[in-house]
């Protein structure tokens, strides 16, 4: 199936337990993610938006995956179901793939200055940088011997990409609170990363307005002159989920061939 990732089988993973979110359909990182901590031996649950559950049920299967709940980040009565599923499921736990962000369509294209709502802006904050520290806070309660949680982010955070308006905003906000959360649990042996992917073909990409040039442009402006591959992404997360990554919190991990060590463009001579 084209579907499935061939993502080396090992038992890095095996005995931790963990939650990943953002699974929408084959393609989603997070998807690319469990694949690989599910080679390893992961045990996991998945998190998903509610309405997904006949794409996510499938996806659970093909991995071996036997608890898959609905969760709103928005709404804190589903996420205190959420994770008390999470709970009565997997009892403790080891790791956490945050994958989650939105942005209206509207705050994804053209003048940032122009297109940014307070409704809008306030809608992308919440769901993609404050679900993360509301789910670093609740994944910490179930961390009592240490562990490690992850989030996804973007170069839009540290620099001006076209139509990446109001998510860039977002994405420096998820960094910043990946060094606070990483600063505030890491006395309880817990580490928070960033995985600053490059552009890759999913729905989220889909969403902003020329998507596609993100990715063409992110391979031609790349160090490698590659796109940034999902084996790649998955493998930095394994290293950061497993015991591997012990000594390193706080970090923003970049994994896009090198898109952001890249000054000018390598036609630009003049
Ligand atoms: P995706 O659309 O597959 O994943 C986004 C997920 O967010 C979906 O599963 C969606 O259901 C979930 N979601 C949105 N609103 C939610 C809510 N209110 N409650 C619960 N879940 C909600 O796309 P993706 O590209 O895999 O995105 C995953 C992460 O990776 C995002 O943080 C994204 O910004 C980041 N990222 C993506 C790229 C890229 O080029 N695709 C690059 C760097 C970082």
């Given at each position: ?19 990943v ?7 989603s ?10 080679a ?5 649950a ?61 705050e ?14 306030l ?48 994405k ?5 609170a990946t ?11 817990i ?52 015991d ?25 001579e003049?």
């Amino acid at each position: 199936m084209a579907d499935d990732y061939d993502m080396p089988k090992g038992e890095l993973m095996k005995g931790k337990k963990g939650v990943v979110t953002g699974v929408a359909n084959h393609q989603s990182i997070a998807f690319g993610i469990a694949s690989q901590l599910a080679a390893q031996g992961a045990e996991m649950a998945f998190l998903h938006l509610p309405g997904m559950e006949r794409r996510v049920q499938p996806l659970a299967d093909q991995l071996g995956v036997k608890t898959i709940a609905p969760v709103d980040v928005t709404d804190d009565a589903a996420m205190d179901t959420a994770f008390k599923v999470v709970a009565d499921s997997l009892g403790e736990i080891d790791f956490f793939v945050h994958s989650i962000a939105f942005a209206n369509k509207d705050e994804l294209k053209g003048s940032f200055v122009e297109n940014t709502t307070r409704e809008g802006f306030l809608r992308a904050m919440d769901i993609s940088v404050f679900s993360f520290v509301d789910c670093a806070r609740r994944a910490a309660a179930l961390m009592p011997n240490g562990g490690s949680i992850v989030c996804m982010t973007y170069l839009g955070a540290e620099r001006a990409i076209p139509n990446y308006n109001t998510m860039g905003v977002a994405k420096a906000g998820l960094e910043a609170a990946t060094r606070y959360a990483a600063r505030d649990l890491g006395p309880k042996g817990i580490r928070v990363n960033a995985i600053s992917a490059g552009a890759m073909r999913t729905l989220s990409l889909a969403g902003i307005s020329g998507g596609r040039g993100m990715l063409a442009q992110g391979r031609a402006m790349s160090a490698m002159k590659e796109d940034t591959s999902m084996e790649g992404v998955a493998g930095a997360a394994l290293w950061l989920m497993s015991d591997l990554g012990r000594s390193t919190t706080g970090e923003v991990v970049h994994v896009d061939a090198g898109f952001h060590i890249m000054g000018l463009a390598d036609d630009a001579e003049g």
